[in-house]
């Protein structure tokens, strides 16, 4: 049996239950109850949604100096000439790129890597976007990179990866300061810690 067999099986309602429990943080219960609003929602608030989420898809992309997701060619930070480009700051993760723009104590750009080295779920250096780090690098306005990786095992190891990858450069490298508790994330850091983090970072 496809897979378009078992959803035409599964009914149109159920497949729907099915794809709204694959969201982040979405268990059944609550895709039971998204899809019962759905259902019973006004027709033109959730085909707005619908065109919402495919024009998401279809139309970001990565930032061409950051690979932050944006519209445009360049993201809204990179493209903002009060921003400090002699610092850079390394996050995993898009999501924390915003928790750190919501401490407002940063005024640098950032690099997303879109990922972290996890060895053992095939996570290497070629699926990050180390090669478009190492471009900026090379251009030679930069003079702090700021290592922003979340304070795990995986995130320690990317972080002493790419220092090494830098360490030619000349660069100062710092790693933000041991504020967010060990092995958890920069997304569910408040922005209290994280500008501590950023004020304490030290030099790696
Ligand atoms: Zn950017």
């Known amino acids: 049996m496809t897979l378009s067999d078992s959803n035409q099986q ?28 759905i259902l019973t929602a006004d027709k033109k608030q959730v085909l707005s949604l619908a065109e919402c989420l495919r024009s998401v898809k279809e139309s970001i992309k990565q930032c061409k100096v950051c690979c932050n997701p944006t519209e445009n060619e360049l993201c809204l930070i990179c493209s903002d000439p009060r921003r400090d480009s ?54 030679g306005d930069i003079q702090e990179i700021i290592m922003a990786t979340n304070p795990t095992m995986e995130g320690d190891g990317t972080s002493l990866y790419l220092s090494s990858l830098l360490g030619p450069s000349g660069i100062k490298v710092t790693r933000l300061a041991r504020g967010i508790p060990s092995g958890s994330g920069l997304e569910f850091a408040n922005s209290q810690i994280l500008a501590d983090a950023l004020e304490g970072r030290r030099e790696l």
């Open 10 to 37: 599964l009914g149109i309602i159920a497949r729907l239950i099915e794809e709204l429990g694959k969201l982040p943080g979405i268990g059944p219960k609550s895709a039971e109850r998204l899809a019962h609003y």
């Open 86 to 139: 002699s610092v850079v700051c390394i996050v995993e993760q898009p999501r924390d790129l915003s928790s750190i723009e919501r401490s407002g104590m940063f005024r640098g750009l950032y690099h997303v890597l879109h990922g972290k080295l996890a060895p053992l779920d095939n996570m290497g250096p070629d699926n990050l976007t180390i090669d478009q780090l190492m471009l900026r690098v090379e251009k």
